[in-house]
């Protein structure tokens, strides 16, 4: 495997997955960095090509992989319903999406949070949020380009935000309590007016939300 420097939308898939496979025991740390290079045949220096910032890397990495991931799996979908399917109706299609497919992973989401949390990756945090609703909503086919292509990201930072925490309580089998909790959300945008901040002050809002909720999880 070409183990030169790459961008975390081009970290290959297996090694991705190496990682996550060692996060739930080791947390975000270089021993789960190492052993996932061991598990692929690379190299600790080949690792450490792919991911100079170290954990900072792996996680921009992770968040990457699981964006497209979600991308893939919307657009996977038949092409028809899609055509039909209000803008609402897609973005919670698409939430829904991204959440199924972390259901194996929770303790890797968890740990993940719990790093965000932290101060000196705050700006780490709002970057990933924003990418996330960012990709949510031009998968929904939006294309605006004036205020409200604020307004928007803004309004789904908070309501995605708030279901990934509902996410990670959630007990339920088929992740009914996680759909019924983001449908009050999506309804109660729906009853707001037009909101007058921008996506990067609430996005960094709804990490701090999280912070505190998270800070209780903290890897032992």
């Known amino acids: 495997m070409d183990a030169e420097?790459?961008?975390?939308?081009?970290?290959?898939?297996?090694v991705i997955e190496a990682i996550l496979n060692h996060i739930p025991f080791d947390g975000w740390s270089t021993a789960s960095l190492d052993m996932a290079a061991a598990d692929c045949g690379l190299s600790e220096v080949e690792m450490r090509s792919l991911f100079p910032a170290g954990i900072v890397d792996a996680?921009?990495?992770?968040?990457?992989y699981a964006d497209q991931n979600?991308?893939?799996?919307?657009?996977?979908?038949?092409?028809?319903?899609?055509?039909?399917?209000?803008?609402?109706?897609?973005?919670?299609?698409?939430?829904?999406?991204?959440?199924?497919?972390a259901a194996p992973y929770k303790e890797v989401v968890r740990r993940t949070l719990t790093v965000l949390a932290r101060p000196q990756h705050a700006k780490l945090a709002s970057q990933l949020l924003y990418k996330t609703v960012d990709e949510m909503w031009r998968a929904a086919g939006d294309?605006?380009?004036?205020?409200?292509?604020?307004?928007?990201?803004?309004?789904?930072?908070?309501?995605?935000?708030?279901?990934?925490?509902a996410f990670?309580?959630?007990?339920?089998?088929?992740?009914?309590?996680?759909?019924?909790?983001?449908?009050?959300?999506?309804?109660?945008?729906?009853?707001?007016?037009?909101?007058a901040r921008p996506a990067r002050a609430l996005a960094d809002m709804a990490m701090r939300f999280a912070g505190p909720i998270m800070r209780g999880h903290r890897a032992r």
């Open 70 to 101: 979600m991308i893939t799996a919307f657009h996977g979908q038949d092409e028809a319903d899609i055509a039909v399917m209000p803008v609402h109706m897609k973005i919670r299609s698409l939430i829904l999406i991204r959440l199924e497919q």
């Open 143 to 165: 294309t605006s380009t004036d205020y409200n292509f604020y307004t928007k990201r803004a309004t789904l930072s908070a309501v995605y935000s708030a279901t990934l925490l």
């Open 5 to 14: 420097q790459k961008t975390p939308d081009h970290i290959p898939n297996d």
């Open 168 to 195: 990670l309580s959630d007990n339920s089998a088929d992740l009914a309590k996680t759909a019924a909790f983001l449908d009050r959300r999506l309804a109660d945008v729906a009853k707001l007016p037009k909101m």
């Open 59 to 64: 996680i921009a990495a992770y968040g990457a």
